[in-house]
């Protein structure tokens, strides 16, 4: 059974940093791309990151561009989202999610649906 279980989530002033972890156990972590996804309160779930099975190509949501990173560590089955320069607006609930496809090789990781395993969660407060 795969499982996702998330940490790293709090509370931070505007302009600070947070390094959200996703731990992968049952499965092969390392043949399928890993997603960051955020959900404030009253509104839809919104892509945030993507980091391709391989690890050779990100993806960013414009918002975040510049600002977040993702990566992840095979070795550890880990992916991270490094958040930096942090605004009120970043204030959700941030979930990772595993690609539903194995070695997926296109280039679109924004749709929730394309994903089938998600962690629980972990609320980041941004306040101003």
Not at 46 to 71: C, P
Not at 75 to 104: F, G, I
């Amino acid at each position: 059974q795969v499982q996702l279980v998330e940490s790293g989530g709090g509370l931070v002033q505007t302009g600070g940093s947070l390094r959200l972890s996703c731990a992968a156990s049952g499965h092969t972590f390392s043949a399928y791309a890993m997603g960051w996804f955020r959900q404030a309160p009253g509104k839809e779930r919104e892509f945030v990151a993507a980091i391709k099975w391989s690890g050779g190509s990100t993806y960013y949501a414009d918002s975040v561009k510049g600002r977040f990173t993702i990566f992840r560590d095979n070795a550890k089955s880990t992916v991270y989202l490094q958040m930096n320069s942090l605004k009120p607006e970043d204030t959700a609930v941030y979930y990772c999610a595993q690609h539903a496809r194995a070695y997926y090789s296109g280039s679109y990781y924004a749709l929730p649906s394309d994903y089938n395993y998600w962690g629980q969660g972990t609320q980041v407060t941004v306040s101003s």
